[in-house]
C-alpha cells in the first residue's frame, strides 16, 4: 500500500517554512509576515516552530542568526566564497509618506528609470546604484546604504570577525522571474543606524547542448 501524506520535501525545511524563516530573518514581527503571505498569526507560529524545532534553535533570535541556504539557491554554498571585500554602493533605501507621490516626482519628474515595484515599495535605477522607496507613512530615519558584496556569506564572516554586529544572517527577500536571488544582511554603524550588504545572485547558466556526432557511411 502506498504510505499517505506529504512527499518528503528534499531540503532540511519545506518551501513554506523558507518562506517564514527568510522574513523572520529579514527582520518582520508575526504579524508582519502574516500580512505579508496572507495567512493568519497561527500558520506563521507553526511554521516557524516546525523550522526550529527541525533545526534544533531554541528561540527566534536564534533563527534569525542561522545561516541556512536553501536546496537549490544561486548564493554560493560554505566552501566557494569568493571575494568578502565590500564593493560600490549597490543600493540607497529612502522612507516616504506616499509611495505614489515619490513615484511621480523620481520616475516621471527626475526622469529615473524604474526596474520594479512591489506593495509599499518601488526600485529605481540612480545611475547604476538603485534606488529604492518605501512607503512609511512618514518621513523616516537616516537613509539605509546597501553595499555590494559578491559573497554576502564570505562579507558576513569577514566582517562578523572584526567585531561588526549583524541582527540576523544573510538572507534572501526575492527570487526574480528568471532565477536570481537578492540577499541581503543588516548591520549597525557606530551610531546604532542601520547599514546593509547586498547581492545578486544568478542562476549558473545551461550547459550547451552538445552537438550531435557524425556517424561515417556504410557503419
Do not use: C, N
Not at 10 to 34: C, F, K, Y
Not at 71 to 88: C, T
Amino acid at each position: 500500500m502506498a504510505k499517505r501524506g506529504r512527499p518528503p520535501v528534499p531540503d532540511v525545511l519545506t518551501p513554506a517554512e523558507w518562506r517564514v524563516v527568510e522574513l523572520v530573518r529579514h527582520g518582520l514581527t508575526t504579524a508582519a509576515i502574516a500580512r505579508h503571505i496572507g495567512v493568519s498569526r497561527d500558520a506563521v507560529k507553526a511554521q516557524e516552530r516546525a523550522a526550529r524545532d527541525k533545526l534544533g534553535l531554541a528561540g527566534r533570535d536564534a533563527l534569525r542568526h542561522w545561516d541556512g541556504i536553501r536546496r537549490g539557491s544561486a548564493r554560493p554554498r560554505k566552501g566557494d566564497a569568493m571575494d568578502p571585500a565590500l564593493g560600490p554602493l549597490g543600493q540607497i533605501s529612502r522612507s516616504v509618506e506616499r509611495l505614489d507621490r515619490a513615484r511621480a516626482f523620481f520616475r516621471d519628474r527626475l526622469g529615473l528609470a524604474e526596474l520594479y515595484a512591489f506593495p509599499g515599495l518601488a526600485f529605481l535605477d540612480l545611475g547604476g546604484t538603485r534606488l529604492m522607496l518605501r512607503e512609511t507613512g512618514a518621513r523616516g530615519p537616516a537613509d539605509i546604504l546597501y553595499f555590494r558584496v559578491a559573497d554576502i556569506g564570505a562579507a558576513h564572516a569577514a566582517l562578523a570577525a572584526r567585531g561588526v554586529a549583524f541582527t540576523g544572517a544573510p538572507h534572501m527577500i526575492h527570487r526574480h522571474p528568471d532565477g536570481t536571488e537578492e540577499w541581503m544582511a543588516f548591520f549597525a554603524d557606530d551610531e546604532g543606524r542601520d547599514l546593509a550588504l547586498h547581492m545578486q545572485a544568478a542562476p549558473p547558466a545551461p550547459a550547451p547542448a552538445s552537438a550531435p556526432q557524425a556517424t561515417s557511411r556504410g557503419s
